[in-house]
Antibody
Framework: EVQLLDSGGGLVQPGGSLRLSCAAS????????MTWVRQAPGRGLEWVST????????FYADSVKGRFTISRDSFKGTLYLQMNSLRAEDTAVYYC???????????????????WGQGTLVTVSS | DIVMTQTPLSSPVTLGQPASISCKSS???????????LNWLQQRPGQPPRLLIY???NRFSGVPDRFSGSGAGTDFTLTISRVEAEDVGVYYC?????????FGQGTKVEIK
């Protein structure tokens, strides 16, 4: 059974830092890109960042570029999001999601964004 | 960036009646590999998003067959053939053809 367990959220002051984690199980972690998506209170879904299965390429939304860093540890099966210089507008529930497969396993025809974590709340406030 | 526009933003429906949500993209979602990475997600109150439909029309595992997706290119539709009480929530289209990934604004389905 695929599981994604988000953690690491909390209350932080503007300008502060936080690191989110997403522990994955039930699938071959390094076979899939992974993505962070966030949702501000009462708002829609916003893509934040994606990292390839091998970890060699990363992608960021303009709103977080230069402040957030996505990474992964394939041995631990864990995805991370290091968030620095946090702003009030970063307040949101952050979800990790399983994204696209590496080329070698694309033949499986897996859906993109088929599994999501339960979310972890980040509140940026003084 | 690809802009995803959903209509309507709110859909009050009667139990047992159909509901339909439109999603239009600002450019074609056909990937260079020939697939179209257009997904539909459901988010019930207080819950994370859940995948319903992927690549326009494929129902994900465990999704009831009253949910169906259709469309091509830039115009896509999610249809619920007979709305049930458990279908209340917000529905999003998502394009995963290119970066940045982009979502529609969301359509709130509620019971009249």
């Amino acid at each position: 059974e695929v599981q994604l367990l988000d953690s690491g959220g909390g209350l932080v002051q503007p300008g502060g830092s936080l690191r989110l984690s997403c522990a994955a199980s039930g699938f071959i972690f390094s076979d899939y890109a992974m993505t962070w998506v966030r949702q501000a209170p009462g708002r829609g879904l916003e893509w934040v960042s994606t990292i390839t299965g091998s970890g060699d390429r990363t992608f960021y939304a303009d709103s977080v570029k230069g402040r957030f860093t996505i990474s992964r540890d394939s041995f631990k099966g864990t995805l991370y999001l290091q968030m620095n210089s946090l702003r009030a507008e970063d307040t949101a529930v952050y979800y990790c999601a399983k994204d696209y497969p590496i080329a070698a396993v694309k033949f499986r025809g897996d859906a993109l964004f088929d599994f999501w974590g339960q979310g972890t709340l980040v509140t940026v406030s003084s | 960036d690809i802009v995803m526009t959903q209509t309507p933003l709110s859909s009050p429906v009667t139990l047992g009646q159909p509901a339909s949500i439109s999603c239009k993209s600002s450019q074609s979602l056909v990937h260079s590999d020939g697939n179209t990475y257009l997904n539909w997600l459901q988010q019930r109150p207080g819950q994370p998003p859940r995948l319903l439909i992927y690549q326009i029309s494929n129902r994900f595992s465990g999704v009831p067959d009253r949910f169906s997706g259709s469309g091509a290119g830039t115009d896509f539709t999610l249809t619920i053939s007979r709305v049930e009480a458990e279908d209340v929530g917000v529905y999003y289209c998502l394009q995963a053809t290119e970066f940045p990934r982009t979502f529609g604004q969301g359509t709130k389905v509620e019971i009249k």
